[in-house]
């Protein structure tokens, strides 16, 4: 029987048997995301790579999905859409953050390599700001 692979291991191994056109986009999203914060971890959920707070935080209900910082969705072959499903705490004074739905989602179109590194950081600073946000 093959070993479990840990969550680190299973995001790696999805984005390699990944068949994504940008599946190289998405492993260098995933170091960026991991690099910009130590309590910054990993798993697959939702059927994607998904990067969470792994620090100390106050109660809160678990629907509320405060721990999760940005989820991987890549229903679309031209596209990976990086999802904060608590976008709307984030004070976006760059502009990167997309939509304004009323469940708190805001998002991020990342279209090539190219594309992704004009947006790396401003991931980086919405992600930090996200960070500060937390009710510790």
């Known amino acids: 029987m093959p070993e479990k692979l840990n969550p680190a291991e299973e995001v790696i191994e999805f984005i390699k048997t990944s068949?994504?056109?940008?599946?190289?986009v998405m492993l260098a999203i995933r170091n960026t995301i991991l690099n910009t914060d130590d309590l910054i971890s990993e798993h697959i959920k939702w059927n994607?790579?998904?990067?969470?707070?792994?620090?100390?935080?106050a109660a809160f209900n678990a629907k509320e999905y405060r721990r999760d910082i940005v989820v991987y969705n890549i229903r679309k072959?031209?596209?990976?859409?990086l999802i904060f499903?608590?976008?709307?705490?984030?004070?976006?004074?760059?502009?990167?953050?997309?939509?304004?739905?009323?469940?708190?989602?805001?998002m991020i179109t990342i279209k090539s390599m190219e594309d992704f590194t004009k947006k790396k950081e401003a991931l980086q600073a919405v992600i930090k700001k996200w960070l500060d946000k937390v009710e510790k």
């Open 48 to 57: 994607a790579p998904a990067f969470y707070y792994n620090g100390e935080m």
């Open 85 to 106: 499903p608590t976008g709307d705490v984030i004070e976006d004074t760059i502009g990167i953050l997309e939509g304004n739905y009323t469940d708190g989602r805001r």
């Open 77 to 81: 072959d031209d596209h990976i859409l």
């Open 19 to 24: 068949r994504h056109p940008l599946s190289d």
